[in-house]
């Protein structure tokens, strides 16, 4: 049996300009943090001549054109396996639609597990851009770049998006000290909502190919505050950072009417005065969790707690996608 793992994530900064209607015109950056709650992905021998997968739902078939399951399917074609006497199984320790990069996350677990099973060894670069040519290109998914190479890299990284379709990565240059004081700085609540990403990048891409000045400008100001986050971060100012966080959902939420609504926002100003420095919804938007920058944690958890939500206590992984058992 080969047990993949492959980190979700948060984004830092810029998030939005990871999208090929953005970078290719722009090019994009933005900051991405691995957390340890993963996506987990087996492959097994069986002695039945069918595919076995198993997700949310149980697919037996005969043949890899028979799977409902798009990616699923586009990762054997890509791999270059029939699937005949495998069984498929795929695990999250957090559901899907909740905004911490989960299909990019299934989708490097999945390629790395059977390129593992062909006895292919497979470069974590390469592996991101395979997951994001099943994503983008063979399924055209309205989805940028960011989620692939976070969970093939993992760590507090920085990407650059350049308009030949090639990404740079390369870690954050923090001190030890800072990457932790961030890391314990970070606090993620779950809203109780989940949505799917495609809806909003949907709005987003379709206004960015036609480009529609308020997007791009928008999108522009984002990257630039992720610039600046960026300096803030590798000069150890994690204050600063947190109070940027603010600034960044304000431009956010004027990307799509989706993006927030009445509870979140309440719960955000309820955050805000109970000792947070800023905060945003990680992923598209429309749901999934509020991540907040705190120094006084404790105020901040009880206030999120008589709102209603979930805390989910996280620490930075810094392995990206790995085996865990072959």
Not at 112 to 118: I, N
Request: hydrophobic share 40%.
């Amino acid at each position: 049996m080969i047990i993949v793992r492959s980190p979700l994530r948060i984004t830092l900064g810029g998030g939005g300009t990871d999208l090929p209607s953005y970078y290719r015109h722009e090019t994009g950056f933005l900051i991405a943090a691995a957390i340890d709650k993963y996506v987990y992905i087996t492959v097994h021998q069986t002695f039945v001549d069918e595919l076995i997968v198993k997700y949310s739902t149980l697919e037996r078939v005969k043949s890899i054109d028979e799977l409902q399951h798009p990616i699923i399917r586009e990762a054997f074609k890509m791999v270059g396996l029939d699937g005949r006497s495998l069984e498929i199984t795929s695990m999250a320790d957090i559901p899907a639609g909740t905004g911490l990069g989960s299909s990019g996350s299934f989708t490097t677990a999945l390629l790395k597990a059977l390129y593992s099973h062909r006895r292919q060894l497979i470069h974590p670069k390469e592996l991101a851009e395979r997951a994001c040519d099943i994503e983008i290109n063979r399924l055209a998914e309205p989805v940028g770049k960011q989620d692939q190479y976070i969970a093939a890299f993992g760590g507090v990284t920085c990407f650059q998006f350049n308009r030949d379709d090639s990404v740079e990565a390369r870690p954050l240059n923090a001190t030890a000290e800072t990457l932790h004081n961030l890391e314990d700085s970070l606090v993620l609540f779950f809203t109780g909502y989940s949505r799917r990403a495609s809806v909003i990048l949907g709005e987003q891409d379709a206004k960015t190919r036609r480009q529609d000045a308020g997007m791009i400008q928008n999108l522009n100001y984002v990257k630039d505050l992720g610039l600046r986050g960026l300096k803030a971060l590798e000069t150890g100012r994690t204050r600063e950072f947190g109070e940027l966080l603010h600034e960044h959902w304000q431009y956010k939420k004027r990307r799509s009417a989706d993006m927030s609504n009445p509870k979140i926002d309440e719960c955000y100003e309820r955050a805000m005065k109970s000792g947070a420095l800023g905060g945003k919804l990680i992923g598209a938007g429309g749901g999934g969790f509020l991540m907040f920058y705190a120094e006084d944690k404790s105020r901040l958890r009880h206030a999120m707690i008589e709102a209603g939500l979930t805390e989910v206590r996280f620490r930075f992984d810094f392995e990206g996608t790995k085996i865990v058992v072959q």
